[in-house]
Nanobody, 120 residues
Framework: QVQLVESGGGLVQPGGSLRLSCAASGSIVAINDMAWYRQAPGKARERVARIMHDGSANLADSVKGRFTVSRNNAENTVYLQMNSLKPEDTAVYYC??????????????WGQGTQVTVSS
């Protein structure tokens, strides 16, 4: 059984920073792309960042220049460094990954989500 567990969310003032982490565990053979999504109340879930196994990444226009995505392949972990946070960044942030399990199939997994609140 594969699990994605996020951590690092919380309450921060506008202009502040947070670092989210997501660790994948279980019967993992390989991980392809890993991504961060967010969903604000009353809004659709949107992708914030995506990073491939080779480290190539892309970010949503709304977070470019403020957020950075990185990963540690040896530890099956992806990070989201969020700087210059704005109130509109408030949302539940979800980790997502395409993982190949020991049985040989690729499966898309979601984490449980972590709340990020930007408020003074």
């Amino acid at each position: 059984q594969v699990q994605l567990v996020e951590s690092g969310g919380g309450l921060v003032q506008p202009g502040g920073s947070l670092r989210l982490s997501c660790a994948a565990s279980g019967s993992i053979v390989a991980i392809n792309d890993m991504a961060w999504y967010r969903q604000a109340p009353g809004k659709a879930r949107e992708r914030v960042a995506r990073i491939m196994h080779d480290g190539s990444a892309n970010l949503a226009d709304s977070v470019k220049g403020r957020f950075t995505v990185s990963r540690n392949n040896a530890e099956n972990t992806v990070y989201l460094q969020m700087n210059s946070l704005k109130p509109e960044d408030t949302a539940v942030y979800y980790c997502n990954a395409n993982i190949r399990e020991r049985m040989g199939s690729w499966v898309n997994y979601w984490g449980q989500g972590t709340q990020v609140t930007v408020s003074s």
